[in-house]
């Protein structure tokens, strides 16, 4: 028995909030993972050269403020280019459609035959789908290019979540340096930001797919490293200057 209309819309609602939520979470993860490692990379470079805690501090606000502006700017502007590729490609298949009919159908008949749909069921799709050019638009970018629209208010808040994920993240490791001496503040900030890093590896693992202790593992092995690295080059530097 067919679902009746409202049991569909709130189907589709439901759908659609689930795949909000996945996509805010991938933003957490780009920004916060960002914020974090470079914060750590900067308190590790600078406690190479000097343990002024206000120099230390000064520093990290200073990037923070960059670096979260940076990447909001950043999610915005690559997901615009997304979203003018998907217009410029759509206007070219509509061109296509216009010019060479046959050969489009064509290729629409080729995409639902790799599907297994064969015979008489597959020239009335073909030709149910080819007497609308929208929804016909519609299935060549989705099925033949596999390109997706993409929604200019989504962009927004993409980029919002970015910029306040990676503020947040540049924090979590400066907040002992407020309270306590160089030293202490290291270990502390280590610590905080390999907790933090396993714990949105878990939450993504539990969200989405995968074993929770490998996906924190994993969060915390490409954090820790990549902070780890920017200590290694600032001891080299320093060393050598």
């Known amino acids: 028995m067919r679902p009746s209309e409202e049991a569909f819309h709130k189907h589709k609602i439901e759908q659609r909030e689930f795949h909000k939520k996945e996509n805010a979470l991938r933003d957490v993860i780009l920004g916060g993972q960002d914020g974090l490692v470079n914060a750590l990379g900067i308190i590790l470079g600078v406690l190479v050269a000097s343990n002024d805690v206000k120099i230390l501090i000064a520093t990290v ?54 599907k297994g749909i064969t015979g008489d069921l597959l020239e009335k799709l073909v030709d149910q789908l080819s007497s609308n050019k929208k929804v016909w638009l519609d299935v060549m970018m989705a099925e033949e290019l596999q390109i997706v629209p993409v929604n200019t208010r989504d962009v927004l808040k993409s980029s919002i979540i970015v910029t306040i994920a990676t503020a947040i993240g540049h924090i979590i490791p400066v907040i002992p340096f407020f309270f306590l001496d160089p030293k202490t503040g290291l270990i502390l900030a280590i610590i905080f930001s390999a907790l933090t890093l396993f714990a949105v590896g878990i939450y993504q693992a539990v969200t989405l797919v995968g074993s929770w202790w490998k996906s924190g593992l994993r969060m915390v092995l490409i954090g820790m490293g990549a902070a780890l690295m920017g200590f290694i080059i600032a001891k080299i530097f320093h060393a050598v200057i």
């Open 61 to 114: 606000i200073a990037a923070t403020i960059a670096e979260s502006i940076s990447m909001g700017a950043v999610a915005y502007t690559s997901a615009l280019a997304q979203r003018d590729y998907y217009l410029s490609e759509r206007e070219l298949e509509s061109e296509e459609v216009d010019k060479f009919p046959e050969m489009e159908k064509e290729e629409l008949r080729r995409v639902y035959e790799k």
